[in-house]
């Protein structure tokens, strides 16, 4: 009996490099392969794509604990590892092949701390918080917290940018969000640049036709809607009336919507990406639509730009 708990309490304790990483992924916009493709395909696409995460896993050290649906839930032995896992993830499902024109994505978040392992599984609070910042990972995106960032190595901590906090159920105060900056770009600044421009005035310039707007400290906000009190007054039948808001909110804008057949966003260099009743950071440049894709006909677009 004594034997027994004295493991327990061996396994909870955190290992001096910030305790061992738990990391979900899945894929993202899985019910639209099955609707492109048929079931075959889309069931041929997503194995292909968890084949490949299950090798990055044990490639980096790590285990599979169990695949729920077509999502892995995976345990690393430290922060390092769980991030150079999640970033291979990613690199590696964003180069497999397009099938019929449609990508595959993943989302993937990731933890570091203690946990309680039993019988092949693993509890606790670490794993709740890394399901929390799988959640609020989109698709192409990785998303962890401030307290995994500080027990990386330093180079790693530089691909990070700081997100927002957020609450987490059955914690009293609220967890500070970051994400992994996995894609080569110019988005990958040291961190020092991170802080710096963070100090810097922050605009994003929005178009609609005619019409430009400065988001920024004098306008934090901007409603986008059929509505004639909107802000932005879309023509588009299928726009809700109070469809969309962009916000800024400390350096960062998001774009959140609040219709009924949702918001299409497309970045520079990235997928479109469809929001319903979600939000997403706008960064760089891109354009959204509304109620439907870009891919069909519409005069009713808006545009963005971020100026520092």
């Known amino acids: 009996m004594t034997g027994s708990l004295e493991k327990t309490v061996q396994v909870e304790q955190p290992p001096p490099d910030g305790g ?11 019910t639209r392969l099955y609707d492109a493709l048929g079931d075959t395909d ?6 292909e794509a968890l084949t490949a995460m299950r090798v990055i896993t044990q490639r980096h050290r790590g285990r599979v604990i169990k695949t ?20 291979d993830m990613q690199t590696v499902v964003n180069a497999l092949v397009v099938t019929q024109g449609v990508k595959r994505m993943i989302r993937v978040g990731f ?26 990972a989109k698709g192409m995106q990785i998303m962890t917290t ?21 609450a987490v159920k059955g914690k009293a105060d609220e967890l500070s969000v970051c ?36 988001l920024g400290a004098d306008r934090p906000a901007l409603l986008l809607g059929r509505d004639a009190a909107c802000d932005v007054v879309l023509a588009d039948p299928k726009a809700s009336r109070q469809h969309a808001r962009i ?12 219709s009924s057949n949702g918001t299409y966003v497309t970045i520079e260099g990235e997928p479109e990406i469809g929001l319903r009743r979600e939000e997403t950071m706008l960064h760089r440049s891109g354009r959204i639509v ?12 808006v545009t963005f730009a971020l100026k520092h």
């Open 247 to 258: 916000e800024k909110r400390r350096d960062k804008f998001f774009l959140t919507d609040q």
């Open 68 to 87: 729920i649906g077509d999502e892995l839930m995976c345990l690393f032995p430290n922060a390092e590892r769980g991030f150079l896992a999640a970033t």
């Open 20 to 30: 061992v990483a738990v990391l979900f992924a899945d894929i993202a916009g899985s």
């Open 290 to 301: 509304f109620g439907h894709s870009a891919a069909e006909p519409t005069t009713d677009v």
């Open 179 to 214: 994400e992994v900056l996995w894609q080569e770009s110019d988005d990958l600044t040291m961190a020092a640049g991170v802080h710096a421009a963070a100090q810097s005035p922050v605009e994003l310039l929005v178009h609609h036709g005619a019409k430009a707007f400065v």
């Open 111 to 136: 933890h570091a701390g203690p946990v309680i392992e039993e019988k092949g599984d693993v509890f606790g609070d670490t794993v709740n918080v890394a399901a929390r910042m799988a959640g609020l």
């Open 146 to 166: 401030r307290a995994t960032v500080d027990a990386l190595p330093e180079p790693l901590r530089a691909s990070t940018r700081p997100i927002a906090a957020v």
């Open 42 to 47: 889309a069931k041929t696409m997503i194995d």
